[in-house]
């Protein structure tokens, strides 16, 4: 099976989404279809074996659409601006043409017209054009559609429309036919005129909106360099980006952007990653350590070794992410889709109802009121608020996310993170920073201090392979100690290090390695105590029997933890922290951040059914990781979150990733989730509250006690109002702030 994603054109409410995806998951090979009208894109996972993309293509074409293969954002985006400079184009010549027609024809204006206007002729030459030229896309998706026993909302319109411009040459051509029925012969032109003019101004508007919508996107991609200064045969030359190729020796200096993702070999610089993780403070980066592509390099100069280009980088990741969830659909939507696939069926009989209602029991002239009722019928009904209501609102939530460094990575993720209500933490890498540090120096011996008791300790050290040892011996060239020449040296397993320093044994270690050594630290047992109460690890030094200090090391807790924990709180959110460290160094950490419930020496095997066991008391949980080894707790999980770092394993295994690596960020994606869940809703509201309200104003159920009945023009405004309404409604969520 592949997935491949596919732009589709020509359609315009949610009856076409489904009618597309029902023609192509027809076919025998395809595993999925999945239409998003807000993109104009179906994601399709198939066997190519036994359906290719012609047959893909035709399954479309079928019911009136049209394909197109590749997806490049540069080209679409030319075509989608050619295609709205076409619709203002038709929008103005068709509201122009109708409006003459208008003024031709509607009662208190008609008596201002010049007489050339009011012949019904000259209406039909206006109107023809409008009808067939501009009116053209409704037809072309029409009779595809009706061939395959389908219909859509171009149905509606183009039955609607039809009817009025048929009606009316009818009256031109044959007037006396007509008064023969007792009817006063009276053309009806600027009804079908003005609706296409409508309808089509909606679409502009609609059209115009909907590219904001997917503005993340381009930003994104605006974020790119277009030019990378290559070392090559030791020059230095400007090649485009498309060129450079992994292991290229990169120089980029001062205010540039840096071109692809790497290592830096020589130099050292302050680089702006907002892009990427929203925070605003540029990060110091020395040699060895990683630089992203489309980052701003701020201060220094330094060169670097390509290690991720073209669709690798980290950028183009996050492209790919909110280009994928953005064409996702959330249940909610799958729900408006189908209810919109019966809907438009429903329509049409309702009109024919209406129709053959309105003609046998309605007042004369009953035929005249009968088709311009059920005319109004299939114009007020037409779904396009509907299709537009749920994508649109995830476009803009996922794309927000985006910006600050949530990647959401499909609208389902979206919609579930807003009914969390317990959130598990991993401990190692994710409240806390993963990497020991030195966190305490104790003198217990005036002739030892701080720094004589870190040097020794850093000599003996330097020797040995415990995962201790290193922050250690950071900690001492961060200070500039020269280390002591060690002689003897050995390690002690499960207790410590010795060696002889200076001709005098050193010894670093835990309890049993100063017991071995007979090294009396009762007298030190509470400052001991005291740290390893904090869930710190204590070593203890001791030099001829005598204990001269303490080093404490710990891993420390990340700023944002204990912020992040009490805006969850405040949420009312449960918190948890799950760690595979015993009791007391758990319950330490826990009590720093402000977590409540612990579940200690768990191993990284039981996470999964950890997080189980508290779906089963009732709760939708979310699990924090760091993506990798947390990845079958991530995927148990309701919701997946991960930390940035190993990015490529992060996004594969969670539901939302933190790229920014801000735990903050946890409390801001659920909000963001409320806040596009409650957009939604309200969109879905004002969608089938407009048509559940108006059909049966437009069929004419207030005309026997109050006389109102809705002109077909009218309709057609309102029904172009509620679209716009829709997308307007979810562009505001780009003012919200998470």
Known sequence: MITKTFSIKGMHCASCVRLIEKAVGKLGGVESCNVNLATERATVTYNPKQVSDEDLSSAVSSVGYSVMEEVDEDREKKEKEAELNKLRIKVVVSLFLGGLIVWGSFPGLMETAPQILRNFFVQLLLATPVQFWAGLSFYQATIPALKNRTANMDTLV??????????????????????????????????ATIIIGLILLGRFFEARAKMGTSEAIKKLIGLQAKTARVVRDNKEVDIPIEQVVVGDVIRVRPGEKIPVDGMILEGESAVDESMVTGESVPVDKKIDDSVVGATMNKTGTFTYKATKVGKDTMLSQIIKLVSDAQGSKAPIQRIADLIASYFVPIVIMLAILTFVVWYVFGPQPAFLFAMLNAIAVLIIACPCAMGLATPTAIMVGTGIGAEHGILIKDAQSLETAHRVNTIIFDKTGTLTQGKPEVTNIKPLNKSFGADEILRLASSLEKGSEHSLAEPIVKKAQEKKLKPEKVMQFGAVPGQGIEGLIGGEKVVLGNRKLMEKEKINIEEYGKEIEGLENEGKTVMMLGIKNNLVGLIAVADIVKESAKEAVSKLKKMGIETVMITGDNEKTARAIARQVGIDRVLAEVLPSQKEAEVRRIQQEGKSVAMVGDGINDAPALAAADIGMAMGSGTDVAIEAADITLVNKDLQSIASAIALSKKTM??????????????IILIPVAMGVLYPVFGVLLNPIFASAAMALSSISVVGNSLLLKKVRI
């Open 678 to 691: 409650k957009t939604i809703k309200m969109n879905l509201v004002w969608a089938f509250g407009y048509n």
């Open 158 to 191: 183009a039955l609607g429309t039809t009817v009025a411009y048929t009606y009316s040459v009818i009256v031109t051509f044959f007037p006396k036919v007509i008064m023969q029925t007792g009817i006063e012969p009276e053309a009806y032109f600027d009804v």
